[in-house]
C-alpha cells in the first residue's frame, strides 16, 4: 500500500526529504509530505534546515548539488538534534 497523507509519518518524510527538496517526488507523494508539513512543525523545522543548507552549498559556484555523502552527514545531524530535542 502506498503511503497517503494519512500514514505518512515523520519517519517517511526524513526518508524522502531530498528527494522532496529535489522536485523528484512524484506529485502524488510530493503533495502527501506538504501536507504532513503543513500538519507537523517539527518536520517543517528539519526540512527548512535542510533546505537552508542546500541553498548554501548549491549557490556555491559550480556546485550543481551537494555530493550525497554530505547531504548523508546532514541527514544524519538533523536526526539527532530531533532526538534530543
Ligand atoms: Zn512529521
Do not use: K
Not at 506538504?34 to 527548512?48: K, Q, S
Amino acid at each position: 500500500m502506498r503511503p497517503t497523507a494519512a500514514t505518512l509519518g515523520c519517519g517517511d518524510v526524513a526518508n524522502v526529504l531530498w528527494e522532496y527538496l529535489d522536485g523528484e517526488l512524484d506529485v502524488e507523494l510530493a503533495a502527501e509530505v506538504r501536507a504532513h508539513l503543513n500538519a507537523c512543525p517539527p518536520c517543517r523545522t528539519r526540512i527548512g534546515s535542510a533546505q537552508a543548507f542546500l541553498r548554501a552549498v548549491e549557490g556555491v559556484e559550480g556546485v550543481d548539488r551537494a555530493p550525497d555523502a554530505l547531504r548523508e552527514r546532514i541527514d544524519a545531524l538533523l536526526r539527532e538534534r530531533d532526538l534530543q530535542s
